[in-house]
């Protein structure tokens, strides 16, 4: 038998422990996914986790078929709000746009002292 410990952060923990973690005794070379079930979770629910990646051991993003040893701590997480992914690339986006905006700028700046007109 092994003994881990797990966790569950939930949005209005904003990402911080707020309880100690609990402790679940299972039998050697248990999955995260019999762990998930052994907690009592839905398996619907446990699938939806899984997929949105946010079930970790020690902070190392988890899969159903990951084998849980003596003195781990599994924890679900709350499920992201958007990808991250998109989300740098709107940042990479933002900055182009930006400094095209401030290369205008220059340039409409530099027309006005010469008294032309910009394009």
Do not use: C
Not at 57 to 68: H, I, K, M, P
Not at 75 to 99: C, N, W, Y
């Amino acid at each position: 038998m092994i003994h881990i410990q797990w966790l569950e952060l939930k949005p209005r923990d904003a990402g911080a422990l707020t309880a100690l973690p609990e402790v679940l005794q299972l039998p050697t070379q248990s999955s995260v996914g019999q762990a998930l079930l052994a907690i009592g979770l839905d398996p619907v629910r446990i699938q939806n986790l899984l997929e949105q990646r946010a079930v970790a051991v020690f902070g190392l993003y988890a899969t159903e078929n990951t084998v849980l040893h003596d003195g781990d701590r599994l924890e679900i997480l709350d499920g992201l709000k958007f990808d991250p992914m998109d989300s740098r690339r709107r940042r990479a986006q933002h900055k182009v746009l930006t400094k095209r905006q401030k290369e205008l700028a220059r340039y409409e700046r530099r027309s006005r002292k010469q008294g032309k007109t910009p394009l």
